[in-house]
């Protein structure tokens, strides 16, 4: 069967913010250390300390946004113990990842610089969990204030005169569970209470981010949207995709056999559920939908790689991934009347990363490469696109639509229209009717990603195993565009006028 569509490049549905290509990195495993920070004395080529490979590599995906501390690692972080000579910076246990011993080496000002280097938003996480609401309001003024003040003089003291620019900053995280095991009730007058000390200074305005709920916890967003919603502008969803039975019993992320394959892209699937539901309960408190949902935290979750340390959530990044990451990013799509940013966990060695290292070396996963494909619609206008009919992807009893598709149109009058095939067995066929798009003499070009497994990855042997390639099996004809995407795929399309 054919999966028939109807694209309609005159009508446009709202701006498909940046942001949701956002990314998070977190002080777990080798992330920081390592992974981004090696310091100004490291073999590895590096500028002021960031390591020059994993920085080009990510300038290439123009990030938007970068969060940072955390995470669990945010609501025990103090601030203070990260700021000043390095020497005499005070070290700490990370409790949550591994019990290593963290230098605080990489605090304030390196996150600062490297959004700098990056030419991204920073969005820092503070800590409700353990901290106060003096240690907050302070973290605050040394970031932002200009003038004369104790803590714009101690920001002096270390190097930096002016103040940065900080626009969104998180009232704690999972403070559901890491974060503090607290009930909404308690956590909303929290929230209400801390973030009237996240103060704006001068010109700098403050995006105030709540923290929202854990997967399905439909009253926790019930209980914040009530009590908190005139003093927040956006709210927080958390949703791992982790194939397997129980939390305990995750499967792995290369190795496996085509249950777990399905099994793992209808789970990801479930995000448009969760969305959905969420942003219902948003609409009673917030009909004009001035507050964000931010889905700060997504990606896959597998058990981490044999031999390594279980708190650094090491693992590996198939194909299976890149058609998680295309499929989840075509929902936040679809919902972009409520996502306003979303934060892929996480930037480099841990989770779904997008980038792996090991000493010297480095590559990028099959992850990358879609967030570089997919990175000409931020700030696009979203394009009306329905499939009217679609196969389907079966597995034993079960089945999930086999294609997934957005478009988006950017300020040059650019069409882009990005395919996902879920089926690693067959090759998919699509055909969509091209209505208010000027086809005569349009020109189309296409690049596509797929694997030779289903567990396709790249090895710092092979680092281009599974890498974008061109992609011509399509054919405009009479305003009807048909595609045949390769089985198991991510497709990017262009199409100029």
């Not at 390592?34 to 490979?53: A, F």
């Not at 714009?152 to 940065?164: H, I, S």
């Not at 979203?382 to 992807?393: K, N």
């Not at 478009?407 to 095939?421: F, P, Q, R, V």
């Amino acid at each position: 069967m054919t999966s028939q569509g109807i694209l309609n490049g005159d009508v446009r549905k709202g701006v498909i913010d940046k942001n949701i290509y956002g990314h998070f990195s977190e002080h777990l495993g080798r992330c920081i250390y390592e992974g981004m920070w090696v310091g100004e004395d490291s073999k590895i080529p590096n500028t002021k300390g960031i390591r020059n490979d994993v920085l080009e590599a990510l300038k290439n995906l123009s990030i938007p946004v970068l969060r940072w501390p955390g995470g669990c690692f945010a609501d025990e972080y103090h601030w203070k113990d990260g700021i000043g000579a390095p020497e005499n910076r005070k070290t700490m246990v990370n409790t949550h990842w591994g019990g290593v011993v963290e230098n605080n080496h990489f605090g304030t000002h390196e996150f600062m610089m490297l959004c700098d280097m990056l030419g991204c938003e920073p969005y820092i996480n503070g800590n409700v969990g353990s901290g106060t609401v003096q240690e907050m309001a302070e973290w605050v003024e040394y970031l932002t204030f200009e003038g004369i003040s104790p803590m714009a003089k101690l920001r002096a003291e270390n190097g930096r005169q002016e103040p940065w620019k900080i626009k969104y900053f998180g009232v704690g995280n999972e403070n559901w569970g890491c974060g503090g095991n607290m009930r909404p009730q308690y956590y909303a007058d929290l929230y209400r209470r801390y973030q009237t000390y996240v103060r704006n200074y001068g010109d700098n305005k403050i995006h105030r981010i709540a923290c929202g709920p854990n997967v399905d916890d439909y009253n926790w967003m019930e209980v914040l949207m009530r009590e908190a919603t005139p003093y927040m502008d956006s709210i927080t969803l958390h949703y791992y995709t982790v194939p397997g039975p129980r939390w305990e019993e995750k499967r792995f992320a290369t190795g496996f056999a085509e249950d777990e394959w399905f099994e793992t892209l209808d789970k990801a699937l479930h995000m448009d559920e969760l969305i959905t539901r969420h942003k219902t309960i948003m609409d009673k408190y917030d009909p004009n939908k001035r507050v964000g949902l931010i889905v700060d935290e997504w990606g896959t979750w597998y058990e981490v790689e044999p031999g390594t340390n279980p708190g650094f959530l090491y693992q590996q990044n198939s194909i299976r991934d890149a058609l998680v990451a295309g499929a989840t990013l075509h929902i936040f799509h679809n919902h972009n009347d409520r996502v306003r940013m979303a934060n892929l966990a996480q930037l480099v060695n841990v989770l779904q990363a997008v980038i792996l290292t090991e000493g010297d070396k480095m590559l990028k996963t099959p992850t990358y490469h879609v967030l570089d494909m997919f990175k000409v619609h931020q700030d696009a206008e979203r394009l009306d696109l329905s499939l009217t009919a679609t196969s389907t992807y079966k597995y034993g009893d079960k089945e999930i639509p086999e294609v997934s598709v957005s478009a988006s149109i950017n300020a040059e009058g650019t069409i882009h229209i990005s395919l996902c095939n879920l089926n690693p067995n067959t090759a998919s066929n699509v055909s969509l009717q091209l209505r208010g798009v000027a086809t005569d003499n349009a020109k189309i070009t296409g690049t596509t990603l797929t694997g030779d497994t289903m567990d396709a990855h790249n090895t710092f042997d092979q680092t281009d195993r599974v890498a974008p390639k061109a992609f011509t099996a399509f054919k405009l004809e009479a305003g009807s565009l048909s595609i045949e995407l390769p089985a198991m795929s991510v497709t990017m399309l262009e199409l100029k006028a």
